[in-house]
């Protein structure tokens, strides 16, 4: 198959790879090739084999990931020692029925420009790190140079540090929905436009917090106009804090766009 190639993507890969130190460990972030493909397979299933609840991360056979790779740019991993500590995934659904901006109700030119952050996961030796952060952060400039506008993620409400994560780059809750095979997902939306950062929103003085298993009285918010933005966590328990969509502006430089 031709690999596909994204315009402005070029000046991107050639600023891979990147060093920095995470636990007194010198690690390497770079676009992975189908080379990869048994590494980034082995470290899925070390990651699935770890989970205390399985339905927190679905897995993807060999065959989907070969079709992944062979879209330019859409795995980055991180490495330490040659050896591969996390990875994240992009894909671009086009107009595919498992396009999360349908879960949004986007219109369809909207669905169009929509890419998914796919997947994201480290190696437990390297969890507290900060790397799913920082792996959706770069992935998040590969789609800002690509020309794609939305950006979906799901997440399972039973992670909420993964939750908190992506919330941290400018993600907010707009939907949580049943997915695969019946497990709940929240669908998160970012607009390239929006900053990389959860900090810095103008408050609506409209807050209200859920434990994150709740599911009843979130969806109720969502459909009130709500929009999940931050975690917090009290003693064992996670808690979700949505605030009411501004709907006085359709800027879509804005985080509070409906």
Same mark, same amino acid.
């Given at each position: 198959?031709?690999?596909? %190639?994204?315009?402005? +993507?070029?000046?991107?890969?050639?600023?891979?790879?990147?060093?920095?130190?995470?636990? *007194?460990?010198?690690?390497?972030?770079?676009?992975?090739?189908?080379? =990869? $493909? &048994?590494?980034?397979?082995? $470290?899925? &299933?070390?990651?699935?084999?770890? $989970?205390?609840?399985?339905?927190?991360?679905?897995? %993807?056979?060999?065959?989907?990931?070969?079709? @992944?790779?062979?879209?330019?740019? &859409?795995?980055?991993?991180?490495?330490?020692?040659?050896?591969?500590?996390?990875?994240?995934?992009?894909?671009?659904?086009?107009?595919?029925?498992?396009?999360? *901006?349908?879960?949004?109700?986007? #219109?369809?030119?909207?669905?169009?420009?929509?890419?998914?952050? +796919?997947?994201?996961?480290? %190696?437990?030796?390297?969890? *507290?790190?900060?790397?799913?952060?920082?792996?959706?952060?770069?992935?998040?400039?590969?789609?800002?140079?690509?020309?794609?506008? %939305?950006?979906?993620?799901?997440?399972?409400?039973?992670?909420?540090?993964?939750?908190?994560?992506?919330?941290?780059?400018?993600?907010?809750?707009?939907?949580?929905?049943?997915?695969?095979?019946?497990?709940?997902?929240?669908?998160?939306?970012?607009?390239?436009?929006?900053?990389?950062?959860?900090?810095?929103?103008? #408050?609506?003085?409209?807050?209200?917090?859920?434990?994150?298993?709740? @599911?009843?009285? +979130?969806?109720?918010?969502? +459909?009130?106009?709500?929009?999940?933005?931050?975690?917090?966590?009290? *003693?064992?328990? =996670?808690? @979700?804090?949505?605030?009411?969509? =501004?709907?006085?502006?359709?800027?879509?430089? &804005?985080?509070?766009?409906?």
């Amino acid at each position: 198959m031709v690999r596909e %190639h994204l315009t402005g +993507q070029r000046d991107m890969a050639d600023s891979y790879p990147r060093s920095f130190v995470r636990r *007194g460990k010198c690690l390497e972030m770079r676009f992975l090739a189908e080379c =990869s $493909l &048994s590494d980034l397979a082995a $470290l899925q &299933s070390l990651v699935v084999s770890t $989970l205390h609840e399985i339905e927190i991360f679905m897995p %993807h056979d060999e065959e989907y990931l070969s079709r @992944i790779f062979q879209t330019e740019l &859409s795995v980055l991993g991180v490495l330490a020692e040659e050896k591969l500590a996390a990875y994240s995934i992009i894909r671009y659904p086009g107009m595919e029925k498992d396009n999360l *901006g349908r879960d949004l109700n986007l #219109a369809e030119e909207d669905l169009k420009k929509l890419a998914h952050l +796919q997947a994201i996961a480290v %190696h437990p030796h390297f969890r *507290g790190c900060g790397l799913q952060r920082e792996l959706a952060a770069a992935h998040l400039q590969v789609l800002e140079s690509s020309g794609y506008e %939305h950006i979906c993620c799901t997440v399972s409400p039973k992670n909420p540090v993964s939750l908190n994560n992506l919330l941290s780059c400018g993600f907010r809750v707009r939907a949580l929905n049943p997915k695969f095979a019946g497990w709940w997902r929240y669908i998160l939306y970012k607009n390239v436009n929006w900053p990389m950062t959860g900090t810095g929103m103008a #408050a609506t003085g409209d807050e209200t917090a859920i434990t994150c298993l709740n @599911i009843e009285c +979130q969806r109720e918010l969502i +459909q009130r106009g709500y929009e999940g933005y931050r975690v917090e966590w009290k *003693g064992e328990k =996670s808690e @979700i804090f949505y605030r009411k969509r =501004s709907t006085s502006s359709m800027d879509s430089s &804005s985080p509070f766009i409906p």
